[in-house]
C-alpha cells in the first residue's frame, strides 16, 4: 500500500469486504460553504450515504497523511479552519504532504487519494473547468486532466456557470472523459437543472451508470468517468437571479485581478454574498441529491 496514505479502519473492512464505499472531498467544507454549515453537511451526507448502502469516505490531508475516511472530528477541525486550510489539487500535493501540512482535497486531488484507497465512486456538488475567459487566462482546473487519467467516477450536478459550460464540454470530448446526464439529455448548471448544453449520454438508473464505468475500466480505458446529476426541481434556483449573480461576481473577480488558485473559492463565496443565502440551500439539497445516487450506484458496482 500507499505509505502516505492512512484508510480508515471502517472503510478498509468495506474495500476488503468487496462493499461499496463513496469518496467525499474536503475543499467543499474548508472552501465551498461556510462553517457551521459545512459541517453539517458533511456530516449529512455521510449520513446519507450510510443510508443508502454504501460506507462513505470523506478524504483530506491531516499532517501531510492522505486520509481515506476522516473521523467527525476531523471533519469539523477542517470546518472550522476553512480558509486557513490550504486548498490542495494536484500539483500541491508533493510540497503539502513532506511539509507535513494539512490540506482540503479539490476533486482531482480526491479522485488521486481515492484511486490509492481503490474506491471507484465519488461524490460532490460541482467540478472545476475551463473558465470563462481561458481562452487568454489558460484558467483550466486540473479538475479535467484528473478525469482524463484517473478511474474514478464523478457524480456531480453538473458545472457552474461561473465557467465557460460550452469549452469545458469540448475539453472533455478531447480528454476522452464520458459525460453523462442521469435522467437528462441535457447538462445541469448546478443550481438550475438546465445548461443549454447537452450531454454525451443519457441514462437513467444506477444500474446502467455502474454497467458504463465497469465498461470503462475492464477495457483498461484510462481516466474517469462524469455523471451530471441535476439539483431536484424543488431546491433549483430562478436561472435569472442566479446568472445575474454569477455574472457580478465574474465581473468583480476580473476587477480585483483575482487569479490563480483563488478565482473558484472566491466565486463561490462571492455568489453565496449575493444570493443571501439562497444559492447555498440549493448547494446544500443538490450535494444531498449526489450523495444518494453516488452510493446506489458505488452499490450496484460491487453486485
Ligand atoms: N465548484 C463548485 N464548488 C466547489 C468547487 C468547485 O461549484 O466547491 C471546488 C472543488 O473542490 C473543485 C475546485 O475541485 O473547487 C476547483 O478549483 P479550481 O477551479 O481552482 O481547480
Ligand atoms: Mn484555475
Excluded: W
Excluded at 15 to 44: F, R, W
Excluded at 55 to 84: F, Q
Amino acid at each position: 500500500m500507499n505509505a502516505y496514505l492512512d484508510i480508515s479502519p471502517e472503510v478498509k473492512a468495506a474495500l476488503d469486504a468487496g462493499k461499496p464505499v463513496v469518496a467525499l472531498e474536503s475543499t467543499i467544507i474548508s472552501h465551498g460553504m461556510p462553517y457551521p454549515q459545512n459541517v453539517e453537511t458533511a456530516l449529512n451526507v455521510e449520513k446519507i450515504i450510510r443510508e443508502n448502502g454504501a460506507v462513505p469516505a470523506t478524504i483530506a490531508i491531516i499532517n501531510g497523511r492522505l486520509k481515506a475516511g476522516l473521523s467527525v472530528d476531523e471533519i469539523e477541525y477542517l470546518g472550522k479552519k476553512g480558509y486557513e486550510v490550504t486548498k490542495v489539487s494536484r500539483r500541491d500535493l508533493p510540497v503539502i504532504v513532506s511539509k507535513k501540512m494539512d490540506g482540503a482535497t479539490t476533486v482531482a486531488t480526491t479522485m488521486i487519494v481515492a484511486a490509492m484507497a481503490g474506491i471507484k465512486v465519488f461524490a460532490t456538488g460541482g467540478i472545476g473547468g475551463v473558465h470563462r475567459g481561458a481562452e487568454t487566462t489558460m484558467d483550466v482546473s486540473a479538475d479535467l486532466e484528473e478525469l482524463a487519467m484517473t478511474p474514478v467516477m464523478v457524480v456531480c450536478a453538473g458545472a457552474k456557470s461561473i465557467l465557460d459550460l460550452g469549452l469545458t464540454l469540448e475539453y472533455l470530448e478531447t480528454k476522452g472523459v464520458p459525460v453523462i446526464g442521469y435522467g437528462t439529455d441535457e447538462l445541469p448548471a448546478f443550481y438550475t437543472r438546465k445548461s443549454g448544453f447537452g450531454v454525451d449520454y443519457r441514462l437513467d438508473t444506477p444500474e446502467e451508470l455502474a454497467a458504463a464505468f465497469d465498461a470503462k475500466l475492464k477495457m483498461g480505458l484510462k481516466g474517469g468517468m462524469l455523471v451530471t446529476n441535476p439539483i431536484p426541481e424543488e431546491y433549483s434556483m430562478d436561472p435569472e437571479v442566479i446568472n445575474k449573480a454569477i455574472d457580478e461576481a465574474v465581473e468583480e473577480s476580473k476587477k480585483l485581478g483575482i487569479h490563480g488558485k483563488q478565482t473558484t473559492p472566491y466565486l463561490l463565496a462571492k455568489i453565496k454574498d449575493i444570493t443571501g443565502g439562497d444559492s447555498l440551500a440549493s448547494n446544500i439539497r443538490l450535494v444531498y441529491n449526489n450523495a444518494a445516487l453516488a452510493a446506489k450506484t458505488a452499490a450496484a458496482l460491487e453486485k
